[in-house]
Every structure is written in structure tokens, then in C-alpha cells.
């Protein structure tokens, strides 16, 4: 609390030179020193007040002029922060107006009849110790107890003030956006302790780059922001942005070990990309996903192209919420060729929207949102029950026999009741559980998860089958594969197109077919769009082919007619050929060119 050594600056204000006297008289019974200040009116203390430094003031009640609510009223709004430790002179009478001030909390009061240097005495302790309680309590509230920076809530009173300044003098202003990179590295390998190590320094590299004026403070987690001056910093604000990108590179020696971290940073200037805080965290907070994006240790600026595909963003995702997915989306298949055999092996099912307001989006655009979003399970279930239903009815036409294979998303792997997802589809549906097969990507099966490793087997014990999407675009070991029930392995699109021209394309493709023919796994190729690529494939020992050479992914209603017009007849009474010379379903490439895929 309040050290005894140190006088208490005291304000006195009382328009009766005889009360004045009586006060004054019985501070100095006491046994401590104050620096005592004497006003007779409330224009006085307000103005006393607002220059110079008080620790507690004395309030006459019933004043000529300006009575002392009002002007304590005043006093607190000059300094809205702090805490006012004063106390109420107050006659008989006049108790009861002083007690709904001592209601709100922000004061005492002492009877002048009354008064004692014991009562006045322990009165102003009491007072004194309640705006220091007061101050500890804005402490924690306002400050990052670890770093003892500003926290979020003060800093961003500090980003409305700067905002509130450039109105009135038209200045600028930066905000930096912080986040860590590989923090998460050092809290799980060496401790929160050398997390919290490493968050301290953090704050003190910040502190020692940035001028008196400007601010650092910490957001919480490993998220820190900067306030700068722009008259201060002059046209230097990439300089600094390059100063704390380079100062978080170093190391951080924790414990005798060397720690290598940076930050990625996203960069708003005021008051052009905000009007308000929000909308510059906001803002700086797109920037600097940005830079999460691009890679360790960058910085972005705002631009308005971000806001932008924020939005859209944000507009897609609210329409998933909807679940309009029985009137906007449609699936479409892609036929995949087996050359060898002369038959529609199977489709790939592939999700389309038509949005009512922003056109066509693609999976590619959409899927990844829905996967954050959460909503990609019930948009999986979705297709999963569409597709098996269309296949169960080309059963009918001349595609019997073909199945459908659907894309599967992680997210849904991990979902433990997803292998009773695919029963439940398949039972409703009727199709035959060898008629679907489930993509999934290299990556998903590389994670380490054991619900994913369950899911494969699980699945594979209704019978579907399952096939490694995108492979070779991952880090697949081939210990792992072995152990896992995969029938197919379809080589990432970017490598059949590099096929004819890239050598390195070509030994990947090589060494895959190699590797799936001693495991017994059945090769695909995707993006196959012109038929000296098929020859080659088929060269190689691929013979299951999907593309634009064949068809582009087509509606249902048409994707049925194609196979009507490619087979004629059920394909399983075909006989199949031996290697041929001429791939058959040549033309096909063609066909369905009016829809766009
Ligand atoms: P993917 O699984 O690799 O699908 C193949 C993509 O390649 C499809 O794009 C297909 O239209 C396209 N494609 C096929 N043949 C050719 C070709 O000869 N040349 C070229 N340039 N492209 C070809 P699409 O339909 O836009 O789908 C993109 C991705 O979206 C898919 O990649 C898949 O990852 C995801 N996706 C699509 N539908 C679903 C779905 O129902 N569920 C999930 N989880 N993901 C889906
Ligand atoms: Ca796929
Ligand atoms: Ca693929």
C-alpha cells in the first residue's frame, strides 16, 4: 500500500476558511506527512487536478458554485483510467445525497461533526488502498501478465486513440500483426516453460526495436501487435517490418538450446484500411494470414484483394449453411478406361455447385472451406448416397457392371461411424458394396492417426474398395502403404501431364507402376488428355485410364447416354480384346464438349 515514508499529496477544496482550518488541524494530529494543496471552489480543484499529480482529495460537499459531485464528476472524466481516492466532507443533513455517490463505488465520506484525525485518518487509508486495489485490478485486466505488455482490451484503446488522433491532425499510423512461426514446436519438444522463455524475449526484442511512442503488446497465444508512428518511423514502415522479421529469425537460446522461430506478419495502415480497431485487426489479420500462406518469416501488407476473397470466403461459407445442396449441387461422373479389356471400368464422382448468386464454384475452391467449416461431413454424406444411387441405376443400362468411386475428405476418415456412413448408403441405396470404391488422399493415409488406419479396415471389411488419390505428391512410405488395404493407386494428375516431356515425371511414373505391380495394387491415371499420353501409359503397364481424352465428368443423364452410345451392349458380354493397337473408345474424347466440366 501507501509507504509511510513518502507524503500523501493531498487536495483540499472547501469554500469555509474555518472548515479548511478545522481539516488542516487534524491532518497535522496525525502521525504522517502530507503535502497538503488548499482551493475554496470547484474551477480551482478541476484545475488543480488536471495539473498536478494528487493522491487523494478532500470534498466539501455543499459548495457556493459547483457543488462537490459535480466536480467530482469532472475530475473523473479528465481521467477516466484511474481511480479517484476521495472523500466526502459532508454536514448532518447531507448524508444521504453523498451516499449514492459512496454507492457507485467511488468514494468515502466523513462527517465534519464527526471528524477525528482518527476517523479522517483511517478514512484516507481506506481510500488510498481501494484506488491502489483499483490499479492492481486495471493491471490484470489491461496487461499480459506474462510480458507484462498491453493486452488485447488495452490495445486496442490504444488503436481507437491512434485512429481518433489521425481525425484530428491527419496523422498515420501502422499496425503489425505478429504470429509465431513453429512456436508449437518449441511448447511440445521443450516445455511451456521454454514456450513462456521464448514469449518473454519475444516481447523484449519487440519493446527494443520500437520508438517511445509507439507500442508493443501481446494478443494472446504467440500473437503479438506493434503500434507505430508513422511521422516518427517517416516512410520507413518496410524497414521495420524487415527489422522485426530479421530480430525474430535470431535464435533464441533456451536452456543451453538453440531455437530457431520467426514470425509471419501482416502490416494495416491507419486510418486508410480502418475506420474502427476491429476493422484493423481485422484487416491486418487477413495480411498476415497471407503470409502464414506464402511461407516462415514473411510480411504482408493489407490490400483490398484480400478483403475481397475474404468475403467471398465468408459468402460461401454461410450458403453451405443452408443445405441447399439438393437443388444447387449436382454430381458428376468421369468415366475411367480399362484399354486391355475395352470397358468402362468405373466413374469418378466429382461434386459441382451452381450458386445462385456467384455462378459455378469449384470443388477446389469450395471443398477445402467445408473442410474448416466442418460442414464437409454432411456434404460427404450427401454425394456418398447420390452416387451410390446413380450407380445402382446404370446398373440398368449398358454401364452394368460399372462402379462409382467417390472422393473422400480426411476430415471424414477421422469421423469414427464413418464406415457405418458407407453401410448405411450402400443399404439404402441397394448397390453392392464391390460396385464403390473411396478415394483418399496420399496425405490422409500418411497421417499418423490410427482412427484413419481403423476407418481403411473397417471398410474394407464391408467390402469397398479404396484407392490413393494424388499420389506421389505426398511422402508415402512404403512400409506403411503395405500394411494398409488399398486396391488402386491413382498418379497424381501432374505427373501424367508432364509425362511426354519431363524425365523426372516419367521415372515416378515408371517406378509407381513398377511398385504397384509387386504389391498387387492396380494403377490409375488421371488427366489423361491426348492419346499419345494413353499409348504410353499403357506401354508402361497402366491400364486403367481416366481424362479428357475419353469424356470430360458429365451430368448423370448424359454420362448414361455416353455409355448407351460407347458399349451399345451390357459390357460384360463383351470379349474382351488383347492389347490393342487402336484404344478403343476413341472418338469419345469428344463427346459431351457442350458441358462444360
Ligand atoms: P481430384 O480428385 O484429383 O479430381 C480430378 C480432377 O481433375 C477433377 O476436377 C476433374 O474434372 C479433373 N480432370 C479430369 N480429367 C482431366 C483432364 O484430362 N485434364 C485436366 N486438366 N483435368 C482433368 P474437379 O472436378 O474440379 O475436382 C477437383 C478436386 O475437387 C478433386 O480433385 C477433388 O479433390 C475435389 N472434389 C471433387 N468432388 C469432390 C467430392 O465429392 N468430395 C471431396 N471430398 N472432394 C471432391
Ligand atoms: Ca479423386
Ligand atoms: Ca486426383
Redesign the pocket.
Known sequence: MTNPDTPIRLLIVDDDDVDREITRRALKRMKRTFHVTEVSDGEAAIEMWRDTPIDCVLLDYWMQGMNGDEVFQQMMMIRPDTAIAAIFLTGHSDDTQAGSLIKAGACDYVSKHEMTPDVLSRAIDYALARKCHFEQLNYLATRDILTGLPNRALFSLFLEQAIARTQREQKEFALFLLDMDRFKNVNDTLGHHAGDQVLVETAQRLESLIQTHDTVARLGGDEFAVLADLVHEGASITALAERISLELQRSFVIDGQECYLGASVGIALGPKDGKTSEELLRNADLAQAKAKQDGLSRYFFFDEDMRVLAERRRQIETSLRYNRWDTEFDV?Y?PRIDPIHNRVASA????RWQHPTLGTI???EF?PIAESSRQ?ASI?RW?LKKACLHCAEWQHSPLKGTGVS????PIQLKDARFAEVVADALAETGLSASLLEL?VTETAVMDNQTTVVEALNELAAIGVGISI??FGTGYSSLARLHRLPVDKIKID?SFVTDLMHDRVSRLIIESIISLGNQMNITIVA????DETTLQRLVQLGCYEI????FS??LPFDHFVEWGNIQLGIDQTQRIAPSMPSRVFLSQSGRFGSSWT?
Do not use: T
Open positions: 458428376y468421369q469418378e464422382a466429382l461434386l469449384s470443388p477446389i471443398i464437409i460427404g454425394i467417390v472422393n473422400v475428405s478415394e488419390d494424388d494428375r488421371e488427366g489423361v488428355e481416366q481424362g479428357y481424352y470430360r465428368p466440366n
